[in-house]
């Protein structure tokens, strides 16, 4: 039973850490996008970001430039 006189101070001392915790995540924007993330891992514009992927990214700009002059008039 006396044990109790040590675990209800140290229960309320955590919840209230717990609680600011939670509340400064809340207040600094940690859970304004929930959507974006999922949306953005399936673009596939961050090509050029991954390392080695620079050159591709050349290569593809100069392919589109060749085709758009074997098209003009």
């Known amino acids: 039973m006396e ?3 040590l675990l209800i101070p140290i229960a309320l001392v ?3 850490i717990i609680g ?4 400064w995540a809340i207040r600094s ?3 304004e ?3 974006g993330p999922a949306h953005r891992i399936l673009m596939d514009d961050d090509d050029p970001l991954i ?3 620079e050159d ?4 593809r700009t100069s392919e589109d430039g060749e085709r758009n002059e074997d098209h003009k008039p």
Do not use: W
């Open 33 to 35: 996008d929930m959507e």
């Open 3 to 5: 044990v109790l006189y």
């Open 14 to 16: 955590l919840v209230l």
């Open 20 to 23: 600011i915790a939670f509340f």
């Open 51 to 53: 390392p080695g992927n």
């Open 29 to 31: 924007g940690q859970y």
């Open 56 to 59: 591709r990214a050349r290569e």
